[in-house]
C-alpha cells in the first residue's frame, strides 16, 4: 500500500500571483532534493481570472523556474482537509483562512515565511505593481521556501503526520 505523499497547499488572495510563484518555487526546490511533497495553490477570493498573472509568470521565469502552474483556484472546505499543512502569504490571508477552516484543521495553517530567519512574516502583494517588485517578491519567496524545504527535510518526512508540523 502507497503512502500518501506529504501535501502542501500555499494561498494568497486571488491565487494571481504570490501563491502561484510560491507553488512553482516550492515545486522546484522539492525536486531538486527529491522529496515526496505535492504542491498546490490557491486563493482565499473567487477572481473569475482563469490563469495567474502574466508579472508573476515573468517573473518566476526570469530567474529560472518552469512556468508549469495549476488554472486559478479558490480554496475549497475538501483542501482543509486533505493538505497536511497551509501557508498563508500574509496574516490577512491568514485570518481569511482561520475563518474558514474547520477547528479540527486550524492547527495546519501557518504563514508563508514562519521559517524564514527573517524578521518580516508577510510576503507583500505584487498585485498590479512594477516587474521590479515582482522580481523582489520572487527572491522572498525562495528565501521562504528554501527555508520550508530545509525544515521539512530536517524533520523527516516520515516524522511529518497529518495536521502536526511544528510552526
Keep these: 500500500m502507497k503512502v500518501?505523499?506529504?501535501?502542501?497547499?500555499?494561498?494568497?488572495?486571488?491565487?494571481?500571483?504570490?501563491?502561484?510563484?510560491?507553488?512553482?518555487?516550492?515545486?522546484?526546490?522539492?525536486?531538486?532534493?527529491?522529496?515526496?511533497?505535492?504542491?498546490?495553490?490557491?486563493?482565499?477570493?473567487?477572481?473569475?481570472?482563469?490563469?495567474?498573472?502574466?508579472?508573476?509568470?515573468q517573473a518566476v521565469k526570469h530567474y529560472g523556474y518552469s512556468c508549469i502552474v495549476n488554472p486559478v483556484q479558490q480554496i475549497t472546505q475538501q483542501d482543509f482537509i486533505e493538505h497536511d499543512v497551509i501557508y498563508a502569504m500574509d496574516k490577512t490571508n491568514l485570518a481569511d483562512l482561520l475563518d474558514l477552516c474547520p477547528t479540527e484543521h486550524k492547527n495546519k495553517l501557518a504563514l508563508f515565511l514562519s521559517k524564514a530567519n527573517r524578521q518580516e512574516k508577510e510576503?507583500?502583494?505584487?498585485?498590479?505593481?512594477?516587474?521590479?517588485?515582482?522580481?523582489?517578491?520572487?527572491?522572498?519567496?525562495?528565501?521562504?521556501?528554501?527555508?520550508?524545504v530545509n525544515?521539512?527535510?530536517?524533520?523527516?518526512?516520515?516524522?511529518?503526520?497529518?495536521?502536526?508540523?511544528?510552526?
Aim: hydrophobic share 40%.
Design 151 to 167: 525544515s521539512w527535510q530536517e524533520q523527516g518526512l516520515a516524522n511529518l503526520h497529518k495536521g502536526n508540523v511544528s510552526q
Design 4 to 57: 500518501k505523499d506529504f501535501s502542501v497547499l500555499v494561498v494568497c488572495t486571488g491565487n494571481l500571483c504570490r501563491s502561484p510563484m510560491a507553488e512553482i518555487i516550492l515545486r522546484d526546490k522539492i525536486q531538486q532534493k527529491r522529496l515526496n511533497i505535492q504542491v498546490r495553490s490557491a486563493g482565499t477570493l473567487n477572481t473569475g481570472k482563469k490563469v495567474p498573472d502574466g508579472k508573476a509568470l
Design 123 to 148: 510576503v507583500p502583494d505584487p498585485y498590479r505593481r512594477s516587474s521590479e517588485f515582482f522580481q523582489r517578491t520572487v527572491l522572498l519567496i525562495e528565501l521562504g521556501a528554501i527555508a520550508l
